[in-house]
């Protein structure tokens, strides 16, 4: 009853606060929390937070009871008193409050072991407002433990970060306000990859067409778009690995065109989506593979090899055991289905092999096999611009179903 009667005032109070706060003293006063949102997508939840402005978010999980805690500047909640009563998800409850002087915190209690499996800030759209994603994902008790146990913080970052002067190559990752795609064009330089019919090299039409997909997906304003190379030179696997792992890929993709035997060229057409696995799909997927592992030897840089199969194997299966694997699996079945719109497929459109170029640990990546050049019709066809932006547009418009997947649906 009381509580009703001062809510009037307090409402012209904060009113007052907030508009000395921007004639005077802004940098003192806090941002406001004015907004809360669970959504359960497949196996993730995500929690968003709306605040009037940018902040600098830490994000950590606990055990016992398993947690998730989000550290923020000094903030004026603003959010409906029911927020936080009830779950959704992998979350039963999160409450919220100042934790310390100038610093605010949120604690998500959750029905078990998750993981911080991205955090972004984001500006929305023709306002100063942001919002903050945290997508978790549910894991055991032992990954727990070892990777996201207790006390580890797994992400802090800055809202925005073109006001930023740049920070360190380390820190990069899951600072980005846009997601980070990277484009991958096969070869280049020294290494022409594979030779058409018509004696045009591979590397000059992944290029040609990785250049229409950076425009379009510019375009869109969504992304942040990296290509690890946009002219004619040589780029080593592993240096491709480390561009994408210092830019933040969220998503890398490799593109590259196929050449086979002349006596069944004219009958094999259409392109093929490759993930990685230690273990090739089929004996197509296993010979691809050590096509393009062997780009670097072509270049004529020592093989620093990894050590034995059994070495390479482990290393493959750590990474199989990831989440990211899950995404770019995910990415790929989207991909096959938009692409097979516009341009032929072959006849196992999905396949997974051992590819170096896809050994990335933080980022979800497909190497995309758009055709045959060895095939005559279809090596004139990809070299016609209609073709290769039909190309360009259809990765694009994957790129955009695979991350409006991935972020909650925004209002
Ligand atoms: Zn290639």
């Known amino acids: 009853m009381v509580r009703r009667r001062i809510e009037p005032l307090l409402n012209v109070f904060a009113a007052v606060v907030a508009t000395l706060c921007v004639l005077l003293v802004r940098p003192a006063c806090a941002a406001e929390a004015l907004e809360t949102h669970l959504t359960v997508t497949g196996r993730s939840t995500i929690f968003e937070l709306t605040m009037s402005e940018g902040v600098t978010a830490q994000v950590f999980t606990l055990a016992n009871p398993y947690r998730v805690v989000i550290d923020l500047p000094d903030l004026a909640f603003r959010l409906d008193p029911a927020a936080g009563q009830k779950g959704a998800g992998l979350v039963s409850a999160f409450r919220y409050g100042l934790f310390a002087a100038h610093k605010s915190r949120i604690v998500i ?11 972004n800030m984001l ?30 913080r797994e992400a802090a970052f800055e809202p925005d970060a073109d006001n930023e002067p740049p920070g360190n190559a380390e820190e990069e990752h899951k600072t980005h306000a846009r997601p980070v795609v990277v484009i991958d064009p096969g070869h280049g330089g020294i290494d022409p990859g594979a030779i058409g019919a018509n004696s ?22 969504l992304y942040d778009v990296k ?113 097979g719109k516009s341009i032929a497929m072959s006849r196992v459109p999905r396949r997974s092999a051992a ?52 972020t909650a649906a925004r209002p």
């Open 109 to 119: 209690d959750t029905r078990g072991p998750v993981k911080i499996h991205s955090a």
């Open 227 to 339: 290509m690890t190379r946009s002219q004619d030179v040589f780029v080593s696997l592993d240096n491709r690995l480390k561009f994408s792992r210092k830019n933040g890929a969220d998503l890398f993709i490799s593109l590259h065109a196929d050449s086979i035997e002349e006596k069944v060229a004219s009958n094999v057409r259409g392109a093929t989506i490759y993930t990685l696995s230690s273990k090739a799909s089929d004996r197509q997927a296993q010979i691809m593979a050590e096509k393009e592992n062997a780009s670097d030897l072509l270049a004529g840089i020592e093989n620093i090899d990894e050590g034995s199969d059994d070495q390479v194997k482990s290393i493959l299966i750590d990474l199989m055991k990831r989440e990211t694997s899950n995404f770019s699996a995910d990415f790929s079945q989207v991909l096959v289905k938009r692409l």
């Open 200 to 221: 045009v090299n591979e590397k000059t039409i992944v290029l040609a067409i990785a250049l229409q997909l950076r425009d379009v997906l510019q375009k869109t304003g």
């Open 355 to 406: 590819f170096k170029v896809l050994k990335q640990t933080d980022a979800p990546s497909v190497l995309v096999e758009l055709g045959y050049i060895s095939n005559r019709a279809d090596e004139e066809q990809m070299l016609t611009s209609e073709w290769q932006s039909k190309v360009a547009s259809a990765i694009a418009g994957a790129v955009q179903i695979y991350f409006n997947k991935r």
């Open 123 to 152: 500006r929305l759209k023709g306002s100063s407002a942001v919002k903050l994603a945290i997508q978790l994902m549910p894991t055991d008790s032992a990954s727990f433990g070892a990777g996201t146990g207790a006390g580890t």
